[in-house]
């Protein structure tokens, strides 16, 4: 807008440091583009530093975005060896013990955000459930991560038939 205006002060930071990829997309929809970089001078304005949804910016965006300091998610969609993309979620379903919740026509770090924004009570295996529903279409190969890339086909395998198993015994 051009405006001169400040953060608030208790407006949530996505990254205290410079991000890795401030050109970097996240969110293109109805001819609506967003940058990292903007995405960093929206949130102090959108959120409070307490909001769980600042939590979960930091966490999802700011670790999309490339900040080093980017806390932990809670639940993440990707596989180790794998990194999140910029790609339309196919619609699912998770079933918990808060009842079923189904997403549909959100892009993969949305879904993200969503879920660690909602993340209060979410077992391990709704997190392996989501991953297993969403880890072939929302994640691609981490060309950062050190050593060789993991084979993405037998590691949804293994986690769909690792759920299988755990819920053999329920």
Known sequence: CGCQNEPPEDGCILCTEPLSYPDKIT???YDEVYTCEEDAKY???AYGRKDVEC??????????????SAPL????????????QLADSPTFTIESSAGTTVIEDE?????????????EGLADEDCTEISAQLA????????TSSGEIANIPSMLLGIVISFFLSNLHS
């Open 55 to 68: 939590a979960a910016m930091q966490s999802v965006v700011g670790d999309f975005c490339g900040c080093p």
């Open 136 to 143: 072939s279409t929302c994640c691609i190969p981490d060309d």
């Open 43 to 45: 949130i102090p304005f």
């Open 73 to 84: 998610k809670k639940c993440s969609i990707c596989p180790e060896g794998t990194e999140l």
């Open 27 to 29: 969110y293109d929809i």
């Open 107 to 119: 892009n993969c770090v949305d879904v993200e955000f969503t879920i660690n924004m909602n993340s």
